[in-house]
T-cell receptor, first 117, second 115 residues
Framework: AQKITQTQPGMFVQEKEAVTLDCTYDTSDPSYGLFWYKQPSSGEMIFLIY??????QNATEGRYSLNFQKARKSANLVISASQLGDSAMYFCAMRGPSGGSNYKLTFGKGTLLTVNP | DTAVSQTPKYLVTQMGNDKSIKCEQNLGHDTMYWYKQDSKKFLKIMFS???????INETVPNRFSPKSPDKAHLNLHINSLELGDSAVYFC??????????????FGPGTRLTVL
């Protein structure tokens, strides 16, 4: 079975500063995908960034980057230059390869990020 | 232009009733999903359909029955609603659904409250 762990229930950051949200995972699959989603207080789930297990470079999408350390099984989300609108719950998720029992998307418990002005 | 839409957004009902939630995607995706988010914000997959075929069926009470009339629609019917069914239900879709890299896009959610 695959498992996602987000150890920070809540994080605070000052506006314009960078913040790292932690995510570790456990899987026996050699091939997998890692995802981050944002859930603002309005409730919708917004896809942010994806990292494949065989990708050589860390994924980046605008102010979001994924610090992927495969040996440590970590996939931390880095948000640069935080904005007030970044205040939200952030979920890390993973998915195993097709055909296997882990190809469903498994989510962590989330980290609630608050950006202070 | 909404990519994944769900109706209704809010659903308040009495215990024992039967209700349905509808989901539609206009992304041309082949795979659709239902997730349940509990009061602690934990998200768990319930079902997935690929081209109208059920491919994921997690341990969910059989009071929950998904129905996919075509690959753009996935409805969730719940019989004999219980207090513990109160949650936010999300529909999602993805292009293929059969690869680890396949990104899922979520609908706005339906908040179900059972009284």
């Amino acid at each position: 079975a695959q498992k996602i762990t987000q150890t920070q229930p809540g994080m605070f950051v000052q506006e314009k500063e960078a913040v790292t949200l932690d995510c570790t995972y456990d899987t026996s699959d050699p091939s997998y995908g890692l995802f981050w989603y944002k859930q603002p207080s309005s409730g919708e789930m917004i896809f942010l960034i994806y990292q494949g297990s065989y990708d050589q470079q860390n994924a980046t999408e605008g102010r979001y980057s994924l610090n992927f350390q495969k040996a440590r099984k970590s996939a931390n989300l880095v948000i640069s230059a935080s904005q007030l609108g970044d205040s939200a719950m952030y979920f890390c998720a993973m998915r195993g390869p097709s055909g296997g029992s882990n190809y469903k998307l498994t989510f962590g418990k989330g980290t609630l990020l608050t950006v202070n002005p | 232009d909404t990519a994944v839409s769900q109706t209704p957004k809010y659903l308040v009902t009495q215990m024992g009733n039967d209700k349905s939630i509808k989901c539609e995607q206009n992304l041309g995706h082949d795979t659709m999903y239902w997730y349940k988010q509990d009061s602690k914000k934990f998200l768990k997959i319930m079902f997935s359909y690929n081209n109208k075929e059920l491919i994921i069926n997690e341990t969910v009470p059989n009071r929950f029955s998904p129905k996919s009339p075509d690959k753009a629609h996935l409805n969730l019917h719940i019989n004999s609603l219980e207090l513990g069914d109160s949650a936010v239900y999300f529909c999602a879709s993805s292009r293929l659904g059969l690869a680890a890299s396949d990104t899922q896009y979520f609908g706005p959610g339906t908040r179900l409250t059972v009284l």
